[in-house]
């Protein structure tokens, strides 16, 4: 008499192997996953300082001055509506004409800065 044996399924062996070659994988995307982070970061930082200094441009234009505050740039009845935070940064709190912009605390690590 023949034993009716079955071979469906996988061995917890096999099932291993596909679960630490899927770990290895996610560990090697994880660095450019988080490249791809840092870099969309500063670059949203950098879009804001740009903003901020146009807005000081034109406040210098309108007002005849050449130092504002942060506060009477942004706000609903001014140049800027809203200063949206990408990851905790520190905007200047005065802005001076013809003086480079630096926005420091990105993530508590990095700094950007950006020459009107």
């Not at 034993?3 to 917890?12: D, Q, R, V, W």
């Not at 505050?69 to 709190?93: H, I, M, R, S």
């Amino acid at each position: 008499m023949k034993k009716n044996t079955s071979s469906e399924g996988f061995t917890l062996v096999e099932i291993m192997i596909v679960l630490v070659i899927i770990g290895l994988l996610a560990a090697m995307a994880f660095p450019a996953f988080q490249k791809v982070r840092t870099s969309s970061q500063d670059k949203l930082v950098l879009n804001n300082a740009r903003q901020m200094a146009a807005a000081a441009d034109q406040y210098f234009l309108e007002k005849g001055v050449s130092t504002v505050t942060q506060g009477d740039l942004v706000g609903a009845a001014n140049f800027v509506k809203v200063l949206n935070l990408v990851a905790n940064e520190t905007y200047p709190t005065h802005y001076t004409q013809g003086v480079t912009i630096t926005v420091s605390g990105i993530a508590g690590a990095r700094t950007v800065t950006y020459a009107p």
